[in-house]
Structure formats: C-alpha cells, structure tokens
C-alpha cells in the first residue's frame, strides 16, 4: 500500500490567493483526518470524515477554511482567502473504524503533509 | 488549556542508554494512548499503544507505562539507537471514539553516538 498521499508537498502563494490540498487516504479506510501543526499549538485537528460524511469541523479556524470528501479516495482542504497566519504543515490521516470499536481502530496513519507558505 | 502535556521539549540520550519521555493528560476519560514518532519532512508513524486496562505494552525496544492515578504515561526506549532521534508525540482518545486524539506538542529525542 502506498500509505496516505498528499499533494502539493510544498505550496507558496501570496496573501488573498485560494490554496486547495489534496489526500488520498488509505484503500479501505473510513475515516480521514486533517490536522495542522505550527510551533505555537502543535498537532490541532482541523476536521474529520466518517465514510464521507464530515463529523466534526470544530477545529476548523475559521470560514475561510473548508473541507470536502467527494469520495472514499479522495479529499480537499481549502482556504480562501489565504493569510500569512495560515502558514503551517498539514496533515492529512485516516485510519479504519471496523464495525467493533476497539482500541487499535483509532491508529491513524499520516501522510507526509504540506508545508503551507503565505507571504 | 492543553490536555495532553509533554513538558519536555527535546531530551538528548547517548546511544545504548535508555531514553524515557513522559507524557501527562488531564482527562480522566482517556482510555487509549498512543505514541508517535515524526522525521523530518514525514508525517508522524505509529509507534505503540496503550489501554487505560493495561498499565504496560511492549514492542521490541519500545515499552510504554501507564500511571492512570497520575495521568501520567511515559515511553522508554531500550537500548536507545541513532535512529532513534525524532521528534516523539503523545496522544490520547476517549471511549473509543474516532477523530478524538489529542496530541502533545511533541519532544525533540536526540540520540548521539
């Protein structure tokens, strides 16, 4: 298995621009995940999908940030406008719930992320 | 207000000896523990897990200890290897419950030979 992908693994853009990251998660897994991680708060969960279907966005910032998952291979973070304050590295995850809930359902595997650069 | 604390920053260990990072929570509904290590330019890889029924799981070189009366969990590594130097998250769920793991800010383990 190729593990989670994602692109751009850099992105540089200016202040105002649109950015759209993009994950494939792993084959078969349910659940996917985008995190954030700057120096000042560390890994933050941004939001998380259960077979498609968003869950919780509470970590999500603010309306200029939003998520989609059109389908089991496939999801876009975007942010619109983009600001310096946006500058991080983003994760994205997944990870399989199974239908019984235990302990090792909740591994979740990362990808390699995007370092985001807003000047 | 953090509720995973890895107070330790980075933590430099010489080859051979044990590395120990300490992780403490403040939420007693936690029950699954996680560990995961991070290299430079990749995304952070499982390493081991725990059960809030367990109070030890072990991997190879890797143990983590749990002190549920402390909300305290700790990762030792033995003997400590090269490469081994990453950066060590913690992270902790509840119930069970998918996209709940709240991680540490992470200490910085260097290993030097």
């Known amino acids: 298995d190729a593990g989670v992908i994602q692109s751009p693994r850099h992105e540089v853009t200016e202040m105002g621009q649109e950015v759209t990251l993009r994950c494939k998660p792993i084959s078969g897994h349910d659940y996917l995940f985008w995190y954030r991680q700057t120096m000042m708060r560390g890994l933050e969960l941004l939001i998380y999908f259960n077979n498609n279907v968003p869950i919780d966005d509470s970590g999500m910032p603010e309306d200029r940030f939003s998520a989609k998952m059109p389908n089991a291979s496939f999801s876009t973070l975007k942010i619109q406008p983009s600001e310096p304050r946006d500058s991080a590295v983003y994760f994205c995850?997944?990870?399989?719930?199974?239908?019984?809930?235990?302990?090792?359902?909740?591994?979740?595997?990362f990808g390699p992320g995007t370092r985001l650069t807003v000047l | 207000d953090q509720q995973v604390k890895q107070n330790s920053p980075s933590l430099s260990v010489q080859e051979g000896r044990i590395s120990i990072l300490n992780c403490d929570y403040t939420?007693?509904?936690?029950?699954?523990f996680l560990w995961y290590k991070k290299y430079p330019a990749e995304g952070p890889t499982f390493l081991i897990s725990?059960?809030?029924?367990?109070d030890k799981n072990e991997d190879g070189r890797f143990t983590v200890f749990l002190n549920k009366s402390a909300k305290h969990l700790s990762l030792h590594i033995v003997p400590s290897q090269p490469g081994d130097s990453a950066v060590y998250f913690c992270?902790?769920?509840?119930?069970?419950?998918?996209?709940?793991?709240?991680f540490g800010k992470g200490t910085k383990l260097s290993v030097k030979p």
């Open positions: 939420n007693s509904m936690f029950d699954y």
């Open positions: 725990i059960s809030s029924i367990k």
């Open positions: 995850a997944s990870s399989y719930g199974g239908t019984v809930s235990l302990a090792s359902t909740d591994t979740q595997y």
């Open positions: 992270a902790a769920s509840e119930g069970g419950s998918q996209g709940n793991l709240i």
